[in-house]
């Protein structure tokens, strides 16, 4: 928070209305009465978190009875951009009350004092970060099969290694260097003994290690701090030139142009060659194997405080929505935008880019493109440092490591990068963002101060190292400790963001997630962006008593899936599978509507109303997606069913078929019978639901009766394979013949099987008799009738 103290007073027609919230209070017509703010007030404030309050005197006048007595403000302004207004009514203690409680809140004295701690247990739990950080290693190595583990850090069994580069242990217990990580990658012929002497001839025992490395040319982008080489340049290690020249292997290809180092100091040239009167300074390309030094000319960590608090004046004096509650189309006149001549409109944007923001952001993005640039088309390692080593060289080192490894574009390896580049080498996010910080020597680990900072190597004991060249002791001054204080991640999410505005088919993630990302890191909400380096974290216990901000970030997509608004709706992996370089007419960058404008502006932050209305479509898309799905599913689900039916009705046919078959084959059996009767000269005669068969003879000397009696089964139309038929067949004669020549017994002998050789019927002798047969006089199983094949030609005619 900022605060800022000018006294205003109100008219009679001035009123003070209250928003429903203490986010906003606005006021129909102000008067501001420009006065410097008291030195008893500023040492309470924090460094861009400046409390204005001026307590206004009555005048000596006598008081107009209509006048409406002077109000008292406090103005609160944040670091995500937003200015708060409090009025108070004279002669009340709350102002004081008021004023004690946020001071409070913002300059914590402890570490457990900050909301992270305070808001209770969180079931977003954070993971060792050393494990990730292993794997992440391991994925640099090309070592995808192995996994860390907390055993594998206990047993230190993870120091692998590939063909070029290995990862070191040298600084596990933090003896090297208190703000590089516990272990980091090194060149693989570098001994651990090399590294300790390197270390000594850096700032802060920063030494030159990987922080990316290609796969397939083995070119590296590497991090150090400045070399100590004094203010005649004269100073020299051979330690370090040995490591610097380690960094530049071997072309794989026989006969190749040997591979080219680029030494990149972020700093101005004059910076650089003014920090030798302090014992730092740059190297020389004379010292170092194949080497080119080249100079980004980024500001300082100072230049970009106060960049961003005139672009913070500029948007609240311009906006749409400002701290004084009066828009900027009514101030002045409505010279700003609205009624204002050309002239005055240009002032405008000239106050925009006397700000500078822009231009630093356009520096960081230029120094960037330009590494990614040397290491993609040239394969050409890069080494960046700056003064310290943990500001412009961590901005530049992870955004160029964004350009060129696609991975680093997804949500999980944008949380891999910055850990590894930010979190675990010692990015001073404490010291950044006014936070507490680890006092060393204290007999409380837990007890935190903070310590003063001045000029480029000035910090807090804890920081400082062997090889370090200045100190100072602490102090508890906050005019002093201020200075330490600095945009430096949001200025490189804002770069991010920019990236992102360039090439919105490449970025898993959108500007949303940007937002939300640095919204809890300012919130002190999460325990990963405490403290300034891995060892104070570890130290202090950050990581088993507070709340994981990454874990937070993925249950609230997990909630909507790829619909929610963290995801970029235009992703594409093929698009952009390879590094991205942008030319430099493209790095052009322009205010972040969904950060910087969000509080000014909300109607043109929303500047995302097309990617809005993309996301409303594309979670409609969603919904009939999944319409489409079930319907799909149902219609599957019909279609088995009607291939079931088919295929039961196919089975139904078949046995009609057959059926039909055998009705007709029986037909045909019946047809052939009637003839062969009817061959012997009878005549048939079917009536009678009993089937009565009545043949007549030529001559009518008697006449046979033949009677079917179908059973029940057969008059339903089903037959059981093993129940017997009680078909009765009886041939009465109806007139007693002895002629045994007579058209019955002719019938007999025709169709019985069993007749004697000479053609006459042996009956009751016969074998048919003994057997049961179905023939004359009995009454027979029918069945074996049935079995019987009947042809045409079966019956003889006599």
């Given at each position: ?5 000018p006294?205003?007073?109100f008219?009679e ?13 606005e ?6 009465v ?6 008893d ?14 307590v ?8 107009q ?11 609160v302004i944040?670091k995500?951009?937003?200015?708060i ?5 004279s002669r ?15 300059r914590?004295?402890r570490?457990w004092d900050?909301?992270a ?5 969180s079931?977003f739990s954070?993971?060792?970060p050393k494990?990730?950080l ?6 640099l190595?090309?070592?995808g ?6 055993g594998?850090i ?11 580069w ?18 980091f990658?090194?060149p693989?012929?570098?001994?651990d ?5 390197a ?5 802060r025992?920063?030494?030159?290690v ?13 991090r150090s701090?400045?070399?100590?080489v004094?203010l005649?340049m004269n ?9 610097v020249a380690?960094l530049?292997?071997?072309f ?11 030494i990149?100091?972020a700093?101005?040239r004059k910076n650089?060659?003014?920090n ?6 740059s190297?020389s390309?004379a ?11 980024i500001?300082?960590?100072h230049?970009?405080r106060?960049s961003l608090?005139?672009l913070?004046?500029?948007l ?13 189309f ?20 000239s106050?925009?880019?006397?700000s500078?923001?822009l231009?630093h952001v356009?520096s960081?993005l230029a ?7 040397r ?7 890069v080494?960046?440092?700056c003064?310290?080593?943990?500001d ?14 696609p991975?680093y574009r ?5 949380q ?5 580049d930010w ?5 001073p ?10 006092m ?12 003063s900072?001045t000029g480029s ?13 200045s100190?100072q002791?602490p102090?508890?001054?906050?005019a ?6 600095s945009?430096?991640f949001?200025?490189?999410i804002?770069?991010v963001?920019q990236l992102l505005r ?6 898993e993630?959108?500007s949303a997630f940007?937002v939300?990302?640095?919204d ?6 999460f325990g990963?962006?405490?403290?300034n ?5 570890q130290?202090?216990g950050v ?5 994981c901000l990454?874990m ?5 997509r997990?909630?909507?899936g ?13 698009k952009?599978?390879g ?5 430099a007419a ?7 509507p ?10 043109e ?18 919904v ?7 319907a799909e599913?149902?219609?599957r689900?019909?279609?088995i069913?009607?291939?079931?039916l088919?295929?039961?009705l196919h089975s139904?046919k ?5 059926t039909m078959?055998l009705?007709?084959k029986?037909?045909k059996?019946?047809?052939?019978i ?8 009878c005549k048939?005669q ?7 068969v ?13 009677t079917y009696?179908?059973s ?8 059981p ?6 078909l009765s067949?009886?041939v009465a004669?109806?007139a007693?013949?002895p002629?045994s020549n ?11 099987p069993?007749?004697?050789r000479d ?18 006089g009995?009454?027979?199983?029918f ?13 003889r005619?006599?």
């Open positions: 928070m900022s605060l800022r103290d006294e205003i007073r008219s027609s001035e009123k003070m209305e209250s928003a429903g919230s203490s986010d906003a209070l006021w129909t017509k102000i008067e501001p420009a006065r410097p703010v008291s030195h007030v500023l040492k309470f404030l924090l460094e861009a978190e400046q409390v204005i309050v001026e206004t005197k009555p005048s000596s006048a006598p008081r009875p209509d006048k409406t007595p002077p109000k008292r403000l406090l103005q944040g995500d951009m937003r200015i207004v409090f009025g108070f009514r009340t203690k709350q102002r004081r009350d008021v004023y004690d409680a946020l001071i409070r809140c913002t914590p004295t570490l900050l909301y701690f305070t808001c209770g247990p079931k954070i993971i060792n494990v990730r292993l794997n992440e290693y391991f994925r190595l090309g070592l099969s192995y996994h860390a583990s907390i594998t206990e047993d230190g069994s993870y120091t692998l290694s590939n063909e070029w290995r990862i070191s242990d040298v600084n596990y217990n933090y003896s090297m260097c208190p703000t590089y990580p516990f272990s990658i090194v693989k012929c570098i001994s003994e090399e590294l300790l002497q270390s000594s001839f850096r700032a025992s920063r030494l030159p990987i922080s990316w490395c290609h796969p397939g040319t083995g070119a590296v982008l590497a701090s400045q070399p100590l004094g005649m100073m020299r290690s051979n330690a370090d030139e040995k490591l380690a530049c292997t071997e794989t290809v026989a006969k190749g142009p040997k591979r080219k180092i680029y990149a100091d700093r101005p650089a060659l003014a030798g009167a302090m014992g730092g300074g190297e390309s010292n170092y194997f194949q080497c080119e030094i080249v100079f980004f000319g500001d300082n960590i230049a970009m106060e608090a005139r913070r004046d500029y609240d004096t311009h906006g749409a929505t400002s701290s004084d509650g009066m828009s900027s009514l101030r002045h006149g409505g010279w700003t935008w609205g009624g204002g001549n050309l002239s005055s409109m240009s002032a405008s944007v106050t925009l880019g006397d500078g923001w231009i356009q960081v120094g960037s493109a330009w590494i990614a640039a290491v993609a088309l040239e394969s050409a390692s080494l960046v440092h003064s310290d080593g943990w412009r060289t961590t901005q530049l080192v992870s955004l160029a490591s964004l350009l060129l490894d991975y997804t949500f999980k390896g944008f891999a990068l910055v850990e590894k979190l675990s080498f010692g990015h996010f404490a010291d950044r963002l006014g936070m507490p910080i680890v060393e020597g204290s007999g409380l680990p837990l007890e935190l101060t903070r310590q900072s190597f000035s910090s807090s004991p804890m920081r400082q190292s062997s090889g370090s060249f100190t002791a102090t508890t001054s906050h002093q400790s201020s200075n330490n204080n945009p430096i949001l200025q490189w804002d770069c963001s360039m090439y919105p088919f490449a970025f993630f959108s940007l939300d990302l640095l809890c890191v300012l919130s002190c909400r990963n962006f405490f403290c380096s891995e060892k104070e974290r130290q202090s990581s088993d008593a507070c709340g990454w937070y970030l993925a249950d609230l997990a909630t909507e790829n619909s929610h608004v963290h995801y970029n709706l235009f992703y594409d992996p093929l952009h599978e590094p991205l370089l942008p030319p493209a790095l052009a960058p322009t205010l972040w969904q950060f910087h404008l969000r509080w000014a502006c909300p109607s932050a929303q500047g995302g109303e097309l990617e809005a209305q993309c996301r409303s479509m594309a979670k409609k898309f969603s009939l997606q999944q319409a489409k799905e079930v599913r149902r219609a689900e019909i279609t069913a009607m291939e079931s088919t295929m039961e139904q078949q046995i009609t078929s057959s078959d009705a007709k029986a037909s059996e019946n047809a052939a009637k003839r062969a009767i009817q061959s012997l000269g048939v079917v009536s009678g639901t009993d089937c009565m009545d043949i007549e003879c030529n001559p009518p000397l008697a006449q046979p009766k033949f009696s179908p029940k089964n057969e008059g339903d139309g089903t037959r394979k093993d129940e017997k038929s009680d067949v009886s004669l109806l007693n013949d002629v007579n058209s019955i017994s002719r019938v007999c002998e025709t169709l019985c069993l007749r004697a053609g006459g019927c042996r009956w009751p002798d016969a074998g048919c008799a003994q057997l049961g047969s179905q023939f004359v009995l009454r027979a199983n069945d074996a009738f049935d079995h019987l094949n009947i042809y045409d030609t079966y019956f005619s006599e």
